[in-house]
């Protein structure tokens, strides 16, 4: 039947434009074409994952966040604590000091006073010589004015004295 | 009944096929020229009114090549676009235009050209033997006194494929220029509108058939001939340019599936040779067994290629062109409304076909090119 004999000359045209269309089509279109929705979809596909990139680093960066935040609260309280320690220290130590620095100006105090009251005995106790020897000095040129006086006191002394 | 079964095969695996809405955009473009296929028919038949109406002539008519581009009959007297006819005989190259056999189809009208007289019969040309002046038939109808020079002229069918082409190369030639225009690759106009397409033979053809590793070698001839059989098969729909069927042609079909077969045996590797011709993993007289059904397949495959594509344009053609007949088979207008709501359903589901068809072709080609290619694994 002629319906499924093929014709030689159709064969010939349809093979020749068949190639030719494959080849031109191939060159400039289907290469550009496919290129394009190709480097789309890559871009696309980067963009995507950069996008996941950076909602990681982002999550990184709020929990690195978190963590220094935490350090430094831990810091903080790590130096109040070290602050206090230090204040009541140096309180006590203070303390200690004002004490010891009150005491030693007591025992100062006692000492001056203890030096003060022995130069002032020791004035005294001069001054009431030198005032003994005055009145002496005055009851003896009262006592010993006259000759009678003075012979009677040594005769006096000279009965009190005793030869042994 | 080949035909009919494999049409119906073809109807079901469409409501299998749930892809169609792909396609939709094209099926409301051609809804309206439907309307208009049976007009175009009525046309071509009005000629037939003195003499019985030979459906099966008319219908062959159609499907088949010729060597004019017939448009419409006015007042019995067929309008024609005349198309040239190339012969190579004995003296060589002979051209002349198909309009010097004054549409004559009947081997009575005789061109000399080239020290040649040739005639025309049943649109095949003939060239008589020297000395004949007449053709002469046997009682069987053929001419006893001539012979058929190789011929390759531009025939409607040729022609519109030409057609076909000036439309490929316009619509794809624009998208790939609109890419290159749009700095971010955004697919703008008629890219936007077969991008998905290109998209839809990578991701649903190619990439699961051949592998994501091969398939790009294949990518341009799986794309070309998708879009050339699905261009072809919709010209084939077009009332007016109804006349040439080239994808329900066989001579097509042919060469197509010939080119599948030579890529196919071409990039066939090692393991693709070893399962045809000594099959791993079965005892040995079953390898034996086997090689020879293998042997066939290879050439069956390119074969069912050829025949399906040819067998489901041709048939759709034919029922269509058969249910118009039988208002002239019947002799009567009352027939009409059944005829044209009958051929109406039948083109709408064509319709479909004509992508289906394309969109088999390709994947069988491509599971072809994958069995070819596939690597060992065990």
Known sequence: MDLVNPGFGLVFWTAITFLCLLLVLRKFAWKPILGAVSDREDSIKNALAEADKAREEMENLKSDNEKILKEARAERDAMIKEAREIKDTMISEAKEEAKAQATKLIEQAKTTIQNEKLAAITDLKNQVADLSINIAEKVMKDELASKDKQVALVEKMLGDIELN | MYICTEFLETYIYNLQAMRINIFRTFLLGFFLLISLNGFAIIEDTKETEDKPFDAKEMIMHHVKDAHEFHIIDINNKPVSLPLPIILWTDNGLTTFMSSEFHHDDTGHTIVEKNGGKFVKLHEKIYQLNDGATAVAFDEEHHPKNAVKPLDFSITRNVFMMWVSVIVLLLIFLTAARSYKKSKDGVPTGIAGFVEPLIVFVRDDIARPMIGEKKYKRYMPYLLTIFFFIWINNIFGLIPILNGANLSGNIAFT???????????????????????????????????????????????????????????????????????????????????????AFSLFITVIEIVVTAIQAYIFTILSALYFGMATEEEHH
């Open chain 2, 254 to 340: 042919m060469t197509l599936a010939l080119f599948t077969f030579i890529i196919t045996t071409l990039s066939g590797n090692k393991n693709y040779w070893k399962h045809i011709f000594w099959m791993p993993g079965v005892p040995v007289p079953m390898k034996i067994f086997l090689m020879p059904i293998e042997i066939i397949g290879i050439f069956t495959k390119p074969i069912s290629l050829m025949i399906r594509l040819f067998a489901n344009i041709t048939a759709g053609h034919i029922i269509i062109l058969a249910l118009m007949s039988l208002i002239f088979i019947f002799k009567t207008i009352a027939l009409a409304p059944v005829s044209v």
